[in-house]
């Protein structure tokens, strides 16, 4: 261990720059650490900060059940594509700034005792930005839920879709859509939660179509960015455009919810939505999955009966689900509808 | 067997003009040629194309957009549903139909007619050339990203074939709303991107002067997409390019649209719909390593703490950082 030399630096540079920070909105001087005790929250005003993925994660699941899934999957480069920096540097540096592979994580978790697959995206990684990796996590998680038939939640934090991966990203809308569309058919439900910012090509497309919408409040949703809007139509913005308020007020998401109400209103939404049960879905699942599981009513029951379900046993989700699906044909093949 | 069906992976000939030097100002020239105003668009291009056309309008709750057309039509005596983007030929008409940009009531009267396909049984195929969805506020308050997101998930479920053509600029979710198919045709000058490349300039170079730059960086070219898989098909176009010659290239089109409609027409519908489900689920290049990255989110309970005394090492994941705090970057992110 190399000796430390006391150095003689401007009284100002011996704090970390950023042990506080100015809330934007009501500018009251917030210490960082008491923030995120808050879940990063302005006590004097409610201006709702960004939350990381591991942070959100950590609010919304019940501590200690969350279990990742595909963990592994990494962007690679198919355009070759260079601005000011590489794509690859650019992924590289995200990923030491954030600790993540990429922009989303997802697993399975319980919210107040009930099993959900969740997706959270996180805006520090590329501005949230969804690239063939995001989409790819958004399509396995709507595809594990359909097959393990568990609620499918997914939080948006997101600019739009990847421009560093071309059309490549574009397709993400598709495959997203898609793979939620398949889940719609078999009757297992999809919240979204949209957070601040929501926006472009992830905001056309998975976001924007949960069986219901919620919106934490001022965030930031819409389709094209304001510089966008203003520089192809000349015109006047009305006031509180594209916040998660406009939205409400036209209809296009069902609450606007304080993050600490979040955790619970989201237990209390997945009381009513539940996913169709097998014999009701019929032949949507096809002949690969049995309509009749053994032992399944007995974790029918334990959910009825015992409010909170303990923790899986191990990362894969329940033996009695089935083997969850690995991308490739088995989740599809059950619901040919 | 349905790839050869759809003849995907094909080569085809597609006769690439004598390039200019710089393959910046090559890219270029074809973003101002899918640009030319004299391009034809849906309506030109079934004028020759199709036997009769009938169109229809309006989205049966709020309007009719005059930037999205919509129709019943006969091309070589198979009858068919179409919708397409309809850009104007001159100022006064680029004025009445919003300069080829829908808005919301746009998509939702293209589903309604892919709707009707599905009902009655009939092929949908949709032209696609359009700078982007309308980005106006009153877009916004309609919904122009649900709108698009709907039809998108419309169409990866559609029980009908569904042939999309690029035919001029495909520009980003307001193209792709419609542009999802079986087949995916393009002309060769046509130019397909997840953002205008003014707009990717903008952001990743601060400027929208060096759109060329961008343009070529995206690889938006139809020979570009063909080779990334996002387009099957890239249909030659006649001389300088398919503004000099309105009825060769729809006779060219015609020619394909037709002999992929009936290869489509011979697969199970069942098939049709899980083959377009994979199509665009394997668009998207990735690569699956080892060991996750994020350490799981807990705080160590004394379960935790235990299993780190007989198994260190396994658990000490990387540092979680704390939300995001100034990281100075561009946004890596589209706006359109």
């Not at chain 1, 995120?36 to 200690?64: N, T």
């Not at chain 1, 069902?254 to 996913?275: F, I, K, N, S």
Request: with cysteine; proline share 7%.
């Amino acid at each position: 261990m190399p000796i430390k030399l006391p150095s003689f630096r401007p009284r100002k540079d011996a704090y970390p720059p950023d042990m506080w920070m100015k809330c934007p909105s009501c500018e009251e001087m917030l210490f960082n650490k008491q923030l995120d005790k808050i879940l990063r929250v302005c006590p004097s005003c409610g201006h709702h900060f960004r939350l990381s993925a591991a942070m959100r994660l950590e609010h919304l699941i019940d501590h200690g059940s969350f279990r990742e899934r595909d963990a592994g999957l990494q962007s690679v480069d198919p355009l070759g594509f260079v601005d000011q920096k590489s794509y690859p540097d650019r992924v590289t540096a995200a990923q030491l700034a954030t600790g993540m592979r990429d922009a989303a994580v997802w697993g399975t978790g319980t919210i107040e005792g009930r099993h959900v697959a969740i997706c959270v995206m996180d805006f520090g990684f590329m501005g949230g930005s969804m690239g063939a990796v995001v989409g790819e996590k958004v399509a396995r998680a709507a595809e594990a839920a359909t097959y393990e038939r568990i609620p499918l939640i997914i939080v948006s934090a997101s600019g739009g879709a990847r421009m560093q991966e071309g059309t490549l990203a574009l397709m993400q809308l598709a495959k997203t859509v898609g793979a939620i569309e398949r889940l719609r058919a078999a009757g297992v439900p999809y919240i979204s939660l949209l957070s601040d910012p929501t926006t472009g090509g992830v905001f056309a497309s998975f976001a924007v179509i949960g069986d219901v919408n919620i919106a934490e409040p001022n965030a930031l949703i819409g389709f094209a960015g304001a510089r966008v809007t203003a520089g192809t139509i000349a015109q006047e913005l009305p006031e509180g455009f594209q916040r998660a308020e406009f939205l409400f007020d036209h209809g296009y998401v069902d609450r606007v919810v304080h993050r600490t109400d979040l955790r619970a209103e989201l237990g209390l939404l997945l009381r009513y939505l539940v996913p169709r049960t097998i014999d009701h879905a019929g032949d949507l699942d096809g002949p690969v999955t049995p309509s009749f599981r053994p032992l399944s009513f007995l974790s029918a029951l334990a959910d009825r009966v015992i409010p909170e379900v303990e923790e899986e046993p191990n990362g894969r989700g329940e033996a009695g689900r089935g083997a969850p699906g690995r991308g490739a044909a088995t989740p599809a093949e059950v619901d040919r509808g | 067997m349905v790839d050869r069906l759809r003849g995907r992976g094909r080569e085809s000939a597609v006769t690439t003009a004598e390039a200019p030097a710089d393959p910046k100002t090559a890219v270029w020239d074809r973003v101002q040629l899918a640009r030319n105003i004299r391009r034809p668009r849906t309506l030109e291009l079934l004028a020759p194309m199709a036997e009769d056309f009938i169109e229809i309008h309006g989205d049966r709750a709020f309007g009719d957009d005059p930037a999205m057309v919509a129709g019943f039509a006969r091309i070589a005596g198979r009858r068919v549903v179409v919708v397409g983007q309809q850009k104007g030929a001159d100022t006064e008409e680029n004025i009445q139909r919003n300069f080829g940009m829908p808005h919301p009531e746009g998509y939702r009267k293209a589903m309604r007619a892919m709707e009707l396909a599905e009902r009655f049984g009939l092929p949908v195929v949709s032209f696609v050339d359009v700078p982007g969805a309308h980005p106006g506020p009153e877009s916004e308050e309609r919904g122009i990203a649900e709108s698009i997101a709907r039809s998108v998930g419309l169409m990866t479920r559609l029980r009908t074939p569904i042939v999309a053509v690029i035919t001029g600029e495909g520009g980003s979710g307001g193209a792709l709303a419609i542009a999802v198919g079986d087949v995916v045709v393009a002309l060769e000058n046509a130019v397909y991107s997840v953002i205008s490349p003014e707009g990717c300039a903008a952001i990743l170079w601060r400027t929208a002067d060096e759109a060329p730059t961008a343009a070529l960086a995206m690889k938006m070219t139809a020979a570009d997409q063909q080779a990334l898989g996002v387009v099957d098909v890239v249909v030659p176009e006649p001389g300088e390019g398919a503004h000099t010659d309105h009825e060769e290239t729809a006779r060219r089109l015609r020619e394909v649209i037709v002999e992929r409609l009936d290869a489509l027409a011979l697969v199970p519908l069942d098939l049709l719909v899980e083959e377009r489900y994979r199509r665009y689920r394997n668009l998207g290049a990735y690569t699956e390593v080892a060991q996750p990255a994020v350490a799981p989110p807990e705080r160590p309970g004394f379960a935790d703490r235990l299993r780190n005394l007989l198994d260190p090492g396994r658990w000490a994941g990387v540092q979680l950082p704390g939300p995001g705090r100034g990281r100075e970057e561009p946004p890596a992110r589209e706006e359109v």
